[in-house]
């Protein structure tokens, strides 16, 4: 089934650098979405974007999407020690479809 | 004014038992999910549930059960637990194709 796969599986960068993690996915979507899972929560929504957009920005996140290679980046800056968490793409063909997540970690 | 709320946060119980994991949410959502995340964070869908209908049902074994009495929930039955069930089961409501607001987590171990 269709879900989105992100890339790398775990990043570790120290407080100030910027986090980049990808996302890969299979077939056409309509949307594309982000979430941040903090240690034993629930997933938190990030960023939608959706197939006819190429760049979004929210705070401090930015989020392209190349629908002619099928994937996505998530762009964090200026990270903090509190951005630690796994992060997640989905992707919207039929019902959402998660991947296993990037874990970062934000070294103070 | 927890948007989705689920019960409880923590079950621990011996295989071959029967359990519930009951969820809500206020939102006013038509849809609502359930999602197993095993031990590695894998995030997988079990069911979807839309004004009270499944609309999807991936594979799971039939030993669970959604039961949706009403839009606002969608309780999870387990029946004869196994070993493998342990995970953390996520409720989740939203629109199909937007944004879905995720509860708390319940964290299932299974002796």
């Known amino acids: 089934s269709q879900q989105g796969e992100e890339d790398p599986q775990a990043l570790s960068i120290q407080e100030g650098e910027n986090a980049t993690m990808n996302c890969s996915y299979k077939t056409s979507i309509n949307n594309l979405q982000w979430y941040r899972q903090n240690s034993g929560r629930g997933l938190v929504h990030l960023i939608l974007?959706?197939?006819?957009?190429r760049e979004k920005h929210s705070g401090r996140l930015r989020v392209t999407l190349d629908t002619s290679k099928k994937s996505s980046s998530l762009l964090i800056t200026a990270s903090r020690a509190a951005d630690t968490a796994s992060y997640f793409c989905?992707?919207?063909?039929?019902?959402?479809?998660f991947g296993a997540g990037t874990r970062l970690t934000v070294k103070p | 004014d927890t948007a989705v709320s689920q019960t409880p946060k923590y079950l621990v119980t011996q295989m071959g038992n029967d359990k519930s994991i009951k969820c809500e949410q206020n939102l006013g959502h038509d849809t609502m999910y359930w999602y197993k995340q095993d031990s590695k964070k894998f995030l997988k869908i079990m069911f979807s549930y839309n004004n009270k209908e499944l609309i999807i049902n991936e594979t799971v074994p039939n030993r669970f059960s959604p039961k949706s009495p009403d839009k606002a929930h969608l309780n999870l039955h387990i029946n004869s637990l196994e070993l493998g069930d342990s995970a953390v089961y996520f409720c989740a409501s939203g629109d199909r194709i937007g944004e879905q607001f995720f509860g708390p987590g319940t964290r299932l171990t299974v002796l």
């Open positions: 974007i959706r197939s006819n957009e």
């Open positions: 989905a992707t919207d063909v039929n019902d959402m479809r």
